[in-house]
């Protein structure tokens, strides 16, 4: 029988969480959900503007919130913050009618590309130990996630397979 849960990709800012998304939501047609586009449109504002404007506490809330919401659906993608999945009601919420996906990559690969990104709030001001200790913290929580895709030595096509393939024959 065909499943109706959710596919949530979680995993470090950098992971390629959203263009991973949108491809896979193309070829199996499903619907596509970026939670941190979500958040911009219910506040009007860019990430970077929450965070400058009102703090990270608040837009944890808001992240949560609209998480919340979004986990609800059913037969979609839906690509979380890399914070997301540190709350544990946002976790247990994906345990309701989602497999979660954590695009695993070395430190090295992730600190490359979000070293010093203006868009990226969090780490913004951050030195590479600091992001290193970031992605360690952050793992511990990642991999409560369904299945881990270990995608250094993988192209974008062969991530997508792996996933559609644990996804179609669970
Ligand atoms: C965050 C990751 C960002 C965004 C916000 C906070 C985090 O999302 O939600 O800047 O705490 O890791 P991406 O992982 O999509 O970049």
Same mark, same amino acid.
């Given at each position: 029988?065909?499943?109706?849960?959710?596919?949530?990709?979680?995993?470090?800012m950098?992971?390629?969480?959203?263009s991973?998304?949108?491809?896979?939501?193309?070829?199996?047609?499903?619907?596509?959900?970026?939670?941190?586009?979500?958040?911009?449109?219910?506040?009007?504002?860019?990430i970077?503007?929450?965070?400058?404007?009102? $703090?990270?506490?608040?837009f %944890?809330?808001?992240?949560?919130?609209?998480?919340?919401?979004?986990? %609800?659906?059913?037969?979609?993608?839906?690509?979380? $913050? $890399? $914070?997301?999945?540190? *709350?544990?009601?946002?976790?247990?919420?994906?345990?309701?009618n =989602?497999? =979660?996906f954590?695009?695993n990559?070395? *430190?090295?690969?992730?600190?490359?590309?979000?070293?010093? =990104?203006?868009? %990226?709030?969090?780490?913004? &001001?951050?030195?590479?130990?600091?992001?290193?200790?970031?992605? &360690?913290?952050?793992?511990?929580?990642?991999?409560?996630? *369904?299945?881990?895709?270990?995608?250094?030595?993988?192209?974008?096509?062969?991530?997508i397979?792996?996933?559609?393939?644990?996804?179609? *024959?669970?």
């Amino acid at each position: 029988m065909k499943s109706n849960k959710n596919i949530v990709l979680i995993g470090m800012m950098g992971s390629g969480k959203s263009s991973i998304g949108k491809i896979l939501s193309k070829k199996i047609n499903l619907t596509f959900v970026d939670i941190d586009r979500e958040i911009e449109e219910f506040e009007d504002l860019k990430i970077s503007e929450i965070f400058k404007k009102y $703090g990270e506490n608040y837009f %944890r809330k808001i992240e949560e919130k609209i998480c919340l919401k979004f986990l %609800r659906l059913e037969n979609s993608i839906i690509s979380l $913050g $890399g $914070g997301s999945f540190i *709350n544990a009601s946002i976790r247990k919420m994906c345990e309701r009618n =989602s497999l =979660s996906f954590w695009l695993n990559w070395k *430190n090295e690969t992730i600190i490359k590309r979000i070293y010093k =990104s203006k868009k %990226r709030p969090l780490v913004m &001001k951050l030195t590479k130990i600091q992001i290193n200790c970031l992605i &360690k913290e952050r793992s511990k929580f990642y991999s409560l996630s *369904n299945h881990r895709i270990d995608c250094d030595k993988l192209d974008k096509v062969e991530i997508i397979n792996k996933i559609l393939d644990i996804y179609e *024959n669970k």
